[in-house]
């Protein structure tokens, strides 16, 4: 997600693999894998806004278009 800046930090909660993604030090949102698909997961506006992705970089692009207002 190089073109995109991201950045991604794993993290292992509850036996599950989660993502946290950034971009310029800013936290975008999370990943979590689970059962073979990716929910990224963002805080917009007070509401929680969620999607399930068949790839993680889908999921990261997701969030890196809500987060500049898209």
């Not at 946290?20 to 894998?33: D, K, N, P, T, Y």
């Not at 073979?36 to 970089?57: H, I, K, M, P, W």
Request: charged content about 25%.
């Amino acid at each position: 997600m190089s073109d995109l800046g991201l950045q991604f930090s794993r993290v292992r909660a509850a036996g599950e693999n989660q993502w946290h993604v950034h971009r310029a030090g800013r936290f975008l949102g999370s990943i979590v894998e689970r059962e073979g698909s990716f929910r990224a997961t963002r805080l917009v506006q007070g509401e929680l806004r969620s999607q399930r992705f068949n790839d993680r970089d889908a999921a990261a692009a997701w969030l890196a278009k809500l987060a500049d207002g898209g």
